[in-house]
């Protein structure tokens, strides 16, 4: 399984940026998708995700301002990210599981928020 995130890029605050994620490969048994982000020095912390069956989660502080989503189609896993604050800068990193518990991870893509 291979994941290419892209759409990262240079905002102001309250602005807005749309990652996406293609996913590729042997896809069939993946049952769970979603996006970290990481800024230097800290952890890499959970943002959403895509639960098996379709339930969908947030970290607290992008509940309301972004959103997860996913076309089976494409094979690709969106992430919409509306009212953009500083706080949000970071590398976002896609990642998906499989029902083998194997882990896949994009490359990473940066999003900065700065006026």
């Known amino acids: 399984v291979q994941l290419q995130a892209s759409g990262g890029g240079l905002v102001q605050p309250g602005e807005s940026l749309r990652l996406s994620c293609a996913v590729s490969?042997?896809?069939?048994?993946?049952?769970?998708v979603g996006w970290y982000r990481q800024v230097s020095g800290r952890e890499r912390e959970w943002v959403a995700k895509?639960?098996?069956?379709?339930?969908?989660m947030y970290e607290d502080s992008v509940k309301g301002r972004f959103t997860i989503s996913r076309d089976n189609v494409e094979n690709t896993v969106y992430l919409q990210m509306n009212s953009l604050k500083p706080e949000d800068t970071a590398v976002y990193y896609c990642?998906?599981?499989?029902?083998?518990?194997?882990?896949?991870w994009g490359q990473g893509t940066q999003v900065t928020v700065s006026s």
């Open positions: 895509i639960l098996i069956g379709g339930r969908i």
């Open positions: 490969g042997t896809i069939q048994f993946i049952n769970n």
């Open positions: 990642y998906a599981y499989d029902s083998y518990q194997n882990e896949y």
